[in-house]
């Protein structure tokens, strides 16, 4: 049988977590949720996918033994915002292989201003080695370099990025999980506190702690309150330049085309997008990459299709207004893909979405990701289990 999303789940998404609530608290508390909003129990759950920074020194078995769950599949990844993605691809094969019924996949942590900022400095080798030992505090550097060079490139302007964020912030004014829900003026955009030129404030993915989750099953699990959600094509690319490239695209540039084919529908066709938004930048480069911008003008789309809102992109509010919890950022966009696509996104809910598209992007080496993934998601009208 397909494979399809049969629900989700969040907690969390707080800048200050209460005492006592930690990476694994969170986690248990978004894997239940997902559970009961999917009509499962989590006895029924047989399989775990698993992103987060925050659970060492455990790993993806140790959250298995301390939730009580017995699974027959079982994944952890590490590949940063990038993981959910990944996962979700893993998930959906190993549901229709038949190795579990049901699985959850899920990201989250809970690392505070101090447990990112070593995450950041141990990344891995290549930013420990070199790069930390210039003075590297994090990526806002590494991306003020490739924003500037996007900018030169593409003719975008601080203002051009300024649309962008300013609508996501309106799209958050609906979702009661984003942590920056007060709407945003161009001027105070455009005044905020400069980070690191040109990245001010609002440019920079604010750190939270939270987890995102989905529940992978089949059409006849889904409970009677949802649509499934059917997945009609995922693709990844890991490491496609060596690092080698001009830092302007992704390598979701390699296999857009395969993605669309796959899915057997156009970019124009997508309702909605839920993009991988650490920088502003980033955004306008996986759009492009996915072919989502005609004649790749980034400027014009960025003004026109995002900032007016008329081309829905990150109705959550995105990390940039939602916030990024660490693991659970590359599963952020698939959870509100999945609620706009069943009709349960609230005051945010784009009217009759059906089709949306998810990204992900993450592991930094020296500039940028090298980890990326796309997913094409869809309303399964007409399944078993559809009202």
């Known amino acids: 049988m397909n494979a399809v999303i049969i629900g989700s789940g969040e907690s969390g998404y707080t800048r200050k977590p209460e005492p006592g609530q930690n990476a694994h608290t969170f986690l248990r508390d978004a894997i239940l949720m997902a559970v009961r909003d999917a009509g499962l129990k989590l006895s029924d759950i047989d399989g775990l996918a698993v992103s987060s920074f925050g659970i060492e020194p455990d790993k993806a078995i140790d959250l298995t033994w301390r939730l009580g769950m017995t699974l027959t599949w079982l994944l952890q990844d590490t590949n940063g915002g990038g993981g959910g993605v990944a996962m979700l691809g893993h998930a959906v094969r190993g549901v229709e292989a038949g190795a579990a019924k049901a699985i959850v996949v899920i990201g989250g942590d809970a690392l505070g201003l101090q447990g990112f900022a070593k995450l950041t400095a141990n990344y891995n080798r290549?930013?420990?080695?070199?790069?930390?030992?210039?003075?590297?505090?994090?990526?806002?550097?590494?991306?003020?370099?490739?924003?500037?060079?996007?900018?030169?490139?593409?003719?975008?302007?601080k203002k051009d990025y300024g649309h962008m964020v300013i609508a996501q912030r309106a799209w958050a004014a609906g979702n009661p999980n984003a942590v920056y829900r007060t709407p945003l003026t161009m001027e105070e955009y455009l005044g905020a506190?400069?980070?690191?030129?040109?990245?001010?404030?609002?440019?920079?993915?604010?750190?939270?702690?939270?987890?995102?989750?989905?529940?992978?099953?089949?059409?006849?699990?889904?409970?009677?309150?949802?649509?499934?959600?059917?997945?009609?094509?995922?693709?990844?690319?890991?490491?496609f330049d060596n690092q080698e490239g001009d830092g302007l695209k992704t390598g979701l540039s390699k296999v857009a085309d395969d993605l669309w084919s796959t899915a057997g529908v156009q970019p124009e066709d997508v309702d909605l997008a839920a993009i991988y938004d650490d920088y502003p930048a980033m955004v306008l480069a996986q759009l492009n990459d996915l072919k989502?911008?005609?004649?790749?003008?980034?400027a014009r789309f960025a003004r026109e299709e995002i900032g007016t809102r008329r081309f829905p992109v990150n109705t959550s509010g995105g990390l940039l207004s939602a916030g990024q919890a660490g693991g659970a950022g590359g599963m952020n966009g698939t959870v509100e893909a999945v609620r706009q696509l069943q009709h349960v996104a609230g005051d945010r809910q784009?009217?009759?979405?059906?089709?949306?598209?998810?990204?992900?992007?993450?592991?930094?080496?020296?500039?940028?990701?090298?980890?990326?993934g796309a997913a094409v998601l869809e309303r399964a009208e007409g399944s078993p289990a559809s009202p």
């Open 126 to 157: 290549a930013i420990r080695d070199h790069v930390s030992p210039l003075g590297h505090s994090g990526p806002n550097s590494l991306f003020s370099m490739l924003t500037q060079r996007q900018m030169q490139a593409f003719g975008i302007t």
């Open 193 to 239: 506190a400069m980070v690191c030129d040109p990245l001010g404030r609002y440019d920079c993915v604010p750190p939270v702690a939270g987890a995102s989750a989905i529940v992978v099953s089949t059409a006849d699990r889904c409970p009677a309150h949802h649509v499934p959600v059917r997945v009609r094509a995922v693709k990844n690319s890991f490491n």
């Open 292 to 298: 989502l911008i005609p004649g790749s003008d980034l």
């Open 350 to 372: 784009v009217k009759n979405a059906r089709l949306a598209v998810v990204s992900g992007y993450g592991m930094v080496l020296y500039r940028f990701g090298a980890s990326t």
